[in-house]
Nanobody, 116 residues
Framework: VQLVESGGGLVQPGGSLRLSCAASGFTFNGYSMSWYRQAPGKERELVATITSGGGSTNYADSVKGRFTISRDNAKNTVYLQMNSLKPEDTALYYC??????????WGKGTLVTVSS
């Protein structure tokens, strides 16, 4: 099983990034997918979740209206489009695969730094 995040980097406040998480080794379309983040000195927090079929999404209040989670089950990939980025969005971003709350897998993360 592998989850490999990519797309992180340094961006100025107000900018955009698109994160990707490529999955392999499990039945991707059977799992809900989530993005989490962890800022230095803070606990990991849930950013966004999408159901296995992509029909439902949920977001943390702090990113609503700015971030969009999506998935392509044909490509075994989940995305996080991040717009209007703020310095407080700086964190290591992880993707997680979850099967009915009983089984989950984590990626190793991609770093997003928002700074001028």
């Amino acid at each position: 099983v592998q989850l490999v995040e990519s797309g992180g980097g340094l961006v100025q406040p107000g900018g955009s990034l698109r994160l990707s998480c490529a999955a392999s080794g499990f039945t991707f379309n059977g799992y809900s997918m989530s993005w989490y983040r962890q800022a230095p000195g803070k606990e990991r927090e849930l950013v966004a979740t999408i159901t296995s079929g992509g029909g439902s999404t949920n977001y943390a209040d702090s990113v609503k209206g700015r971030f969009t989670i999506s998935r392509d089950n044909a490509k075994n990939t989940v995305y996080l489009q991040m717009n209007s980025l703020k310095p407080e969005d700086t964190a290591l971003y992880y993707c997680r695969a979850n099967y009915r709350g009983t089984l989950s897998y984590w990626g190793k993360g991609t770093l997003v730094t928002v700074s001028s």
